[in-house]
Each structure stands twice: as C-alpha cells, then as structure tokens.
C-alpha cells in the first residue's frame, strides 16, 4: 500500500473530518490509478447500519475550472436517477452512482446560499463520495462476458438518465469530444510552427512517425466534423452522457462479475451518446491497449464488439433513433482519430496536456490510435452489421 508523506496525512484526515462523516476517521489510503484527480478510500468508526468506507477526492482544477458546476451536475443526475429500478425489470441488479456527501457546514446549516457539498483548500476543491461496496474495477477488457457488461453499464446508464433535460446539466467541459475544435487546435500548432522555426521539432527517429500522423490526418478531414454535422441538422441530439466511460470506471460486483456502478461522473455533461459509444467501443476493443509500441498488435476485436454493442442495446436500444444506430460505426472511427489527434497535437505542442512517461509518448500513444482507426476502417462493413444484427 502507498503512503502519504506525516504532512499531507495530517491534512488529509483534517479535511476528511471536514465532512458530515458517521463516525471518526481510522484510515485513509490511496485509491485507483487515475490519471486526473487524486482519489484515497476513507475508513471511518460506524453503526453496523452505516456504510465505514468513503471516496475522497481532490478535482483537478487546472481541468475543470468551474467545480461547483462539476459538483451541481453530480447532485442534479443522482437526483434523477434516485429511486429509478434497473431498466430490466425481469432482470434486476444491484446499481448505483456515487453521492456527494455533505460538508459539516452544509449538514449543520443546510439551505444556506453559499453552502456547498465539497471543501475549498487554498487552490485546491475537495469532495467526499459514497464508496460502491464489493466491487472491482479492472484496468482492461478480461473476456466477452465483460465486454457485455461494459456494455451494458452504459446503456443502463444512458436509458436512466435521458430524460433529464440538458438545460439542467452545465457544460463543464466547453468543446470535449467536439472533433472540429481539436483539428483548428491543430491547424494553429501547424502555423506557428511554420511562423517560428523549431516548433514542433523532433528527434531524427521520430521524423517518419510525424510525417505518416501528418498524413494521415490530412486524408480523413472529411472525417472531422460528421457527428457534428448530423447535430446541428437535427439527426441527432444533446443528451446527458457520461464523458468517459473507460474500462476501469465500471464497477463490477466481486461475486457474480456483474456491472454495479459508473463511477467518475466529472465529465458528465451535455453532449452526443456516440461519444460515449465510440469511446467505449475504441477503448475496450483493442487488446493491445493505448499504450503498445507493437503496432502490428492494435486490432479492433469485433467479437468483442459484438459482445460490448449486445450489452448496450439490451438496455439502450428503446432510446435509440434510426440515426443513432446508422452512427454507431462511425462514431467508433472518429473517436479513435479524434484521441490520436489529441494525443499528437500535444507531442507537437512539448506535451503539455497528457502525462508522458517520456518526450515520444504521446506520439506513440497517437500511432496506437490512428493504426486503430484504420483497422475499424477495414471492419466498417462487418461493424454495420453487427449493429443491425444487435438492434433486430
């Protein structure tokens, strides 16, 4: 287990008392492996009635500059969901979503204009969360029977919360998933770096790799603005979505394996289901990972696919128009571009956004993802298949 500096220990059990806890706090440990916030799991002195475990949270303000709006779409979407049954009912399940826990203050003095549901430090936003009990959150995609309840985890997610009105959610992430706004980000890196020389260099190995991503984004532009496209002429619409359904923000239940909670509701916003669709389908497809060096080795498993797509529209398909279906495929294309985009756009740019293990990591991050955007280019045909065959 890691072990916080006696300093930042202190602090940490200082601001855990912060909040309206049941009990004293006895332990307090790093929690996951995410790579924006700090997360640790709160232990605390309880009545056998009274859940002992909590998640508390430092946001990273520097990505979400408004927490306040991260927090109010937190509370406003557990309000919705709150007492809605699992969308099966012949199949019901355990399922939740995290709850903010009130500070001290709000416990005491609730109803006052200022009072808040997390704890400002200095720089820093604080929040504590319920803890999802007997459960796990693997890092990557184990077997089908997975891929099916990744699946099925958004579509139940995406089927209770629909219906909430978009104009109640903030966006608190202005231009996330919005293609168009990354390749102008892109086209301004490629005109400074014509303007001053030595932007955007690289080291002599990498010169070919940054040619063929160079290439490579300039044959699919066409490609850039579609989603956007079928929006803005009414094919599609704004919904509240998730923002960032990865693999290990599924919690899946310890003993029967299945999915329980969708756990980091930062990026919860206004926004198109194929984000969410595409991201998830683009991250758990490809057994190799987003960060192989063995290109030969990124592959878009449709059988998978198959499995992860069966899952979602057991529970999605009602929400579901024509055109949300016919996008499906193509969503999954853009959203693997678009994080290659990303991910070269900030090799060029010195690496300010992503995390790097070293100077080339985002360019190889970036091959990883246009290599996959090319193989579900191969398999776009089979892929409209198995969305027909999924939502018969």
Known sequence: MLSSPPAL?????????AFALPGAVTAIEPLGSGNVNDTYRVSCTAGRSEPAEFVLQRLNTQVFARPDWVMANIARLCEHAAGRPWPQADQPRRWELPRLLATRRKAAHDGEADAAPWLQVGDHCWRMLSFVADSTSPDSVRDNDHAAELGRALGGFHRLVHDLPCEQLHDTLPGFHVTPTYLRSYDQLQEQESAAAGLGACPEGDQEAVAWCRQFIETRRGLAPVLEQARASGRLQLRPIHGDPKVNNVLLDRTSGQAVALVDLDTVKPGLLHYDIGDALRSGCNPAGEDTTDLPAVQFD????????????ELARPILSAADLELIPT???LISFE???R???DHLAGNRYFKCRHPSHNLERALVQFTLTERIEAQEQQLQEL?????A
């Open 387 to 391: 969305v027909r065959e999924r939502s």
């Open 9 to 17: 220990e202190h602090n940490l059990h200082q601001i855990a008392r």
């Open 343 to 345: 991910f070269f756009s």
């Open 302 to 313: 449709l059988q998978r696919c198959g499995a992860m797509l069966t899952g979602y529209l």
């Open 331 to 333: 969503a999954a294309r």
């Open 339 to 341: 994080l290659g985009l």
